[in-house]
């Protein structure tokens, strides 16, 4: 079964608008993590989320935590053409290693 | 920044041939992982590599794959007997730690025809 499951699977907005990303998960964590990938690159660490914090920011992402209902959100704000990616949560399964979801892919339109 | 490098970026092979897929991990990293991600969709996990061994590996890690940190930089995912839905970018991790942040590279683009 699916460890991380982002909705939506896309996300089409403007310049300048803000962009939710939300991701479910099925197991306790020790930590929640977010990824970028830009087109047939590699996937780059956005930001770490432990299971005892509830928000974290960094720049112009926020992420939240919601362990009672297993899942988190990415969000970013003031979104620039140069945010258009494919963005994945992460959390270690039962076998200790991080598996990704199906990713959201988000454009941002000039 | 120190970061993960994979050779060849792009590797066409035909079925049934055998490939080597390298990657140099991050020196003073200590978990390394082969993901791999056919075009647009998710992205698997393969295997994880701690201590010189295996860790783990997924259902997708058949006795066609192995893996192998033959002198302690280089980390490599041979691919015995390609077959045509072995076509995918494979990508090297490391971290250095096991809740620690992922460290990517590239990815090799493998085609098999």
């Known amino acids: 079964s699916q460890q991380g499951e982002e909705d939506p699977q896309a996300l089409s907005i403007q310049e300048g608008e803000n962009a939710t990303m939300n991701c479910s998960y099925k197991t306790s964590i020790n930590n929640l993590q977010w990824y970028r990938q830009n087109s047939g690159r590699g996937l780059v660490h956005l930001i770490l989320?432990?299971?005892?914090?509830r928000e974290k920011h960094s720049g112009r992402l926020r992420v939240t935590l919601d362990t009672s209902k297993k899942s988190s959100s990415l969000l970013i704000t003031a979104s620039r053409a140069a945010d258009t990616a494919s963005y994945f949560c992460?959390?270690?399964?039962?076998?200790?290693?991080?598996?990704f979801g199906p990713g959201t892919r988000l454009s941002v339109l000039p | 920044e120190p970061e993960v490098t994979q050779t060849p970026s792009h590797q066409v092979t035909q079925m049934g041939q055998e490939v080597i897929l390298r990657c140099v991990p991050i020196s003073n990293h200590l978990y390394f992982y082969w993901y791999r991600q056919i075009l647009g969709q998710k992205v698997e996990f393969l295997v994880s590599?701690?201590?010189?061994?295996?860790?783990?590996k997924s259902e997708i890690f058949d006795d066609q794959f192995s893996v192998e940190r033959p002198d302690g930089s280089n980390f490599t995912l041979k691919i015995r007997s390609t077959k045509l839905e072995d076509s995918a970018m494979y990508f090297c991790a490391s971290s250095p730690g096991i809740n620690s942040p992922l460290h990517f590279g590239n990815g090799t683009r493998l085609t098999v025809t």
């Open positions: 590599f701690y201590n010189n061994e295996i860790s783990e």
């Open positions: 989320i432990r299971s005892n914090e």
């Open positions: 992460a959390t270690l399964d039962y076998g200790q290693n991080f598996v």
